[in-house]
């Protein structure tokens, strides 16, 4: 299954590059090329190259990306990600379903980390975001 934010626009691109790189029981698509700040969502990897943290809160000097909020999810994955979900829901249901994502790796699920490159995307929060998702919209 593909999960796409529904706030995220990029182009096909980013979806080719999870499918092409298929193996992990998730894979997370990253922008591994922009400099990050305090609001992303920010990814540290381990030298196997799977997630090892996600979190807004990771310091931007040392993470190896934002995550871009698309992601394949592998079949047989399902349940345990579904237990991990309902595990960080039940713990704070403030919590982003990123947090899951850490409590699936924490809990021995792999989930790979996908560069999607050099590709222009928009996560949108306001008003000037929804103008560039449009004009980057209109270039997919």
Known sequence: MLLANGDTVH?????????????PE???AVDDS?????EEMKVHVTAEGSLDRINKALE????????IGVTLIE???AQ?????????????PSLYYEDGFQEFANRGGRVGIAPIGSVEWVEVDDR?????????????
């Open 80 to 92: 345990a990600l579904a237990d991990a979900l309902e595990a960080t829901w039940r713990r704070d």
């Open 60 to 67: 931007p000097s040392t993470a190896h990306g934002e995550y």
């Open 11 to 23: 182009p096909g691109s980013v979806e080719e590059t999870l499918l092409e790189a298929r193996g």
């Open 26 to 28: 998730l894979l997370i």
């Open 34 to 38: 922009k400099p990050l700040g305090e």
């Open 75 to 77: 079949p047989a994955s």
């Open 128 to 140: 000037r975001d929804l103008e560039r998702a449009r004009e980057v919209a209109c270039r997919c």
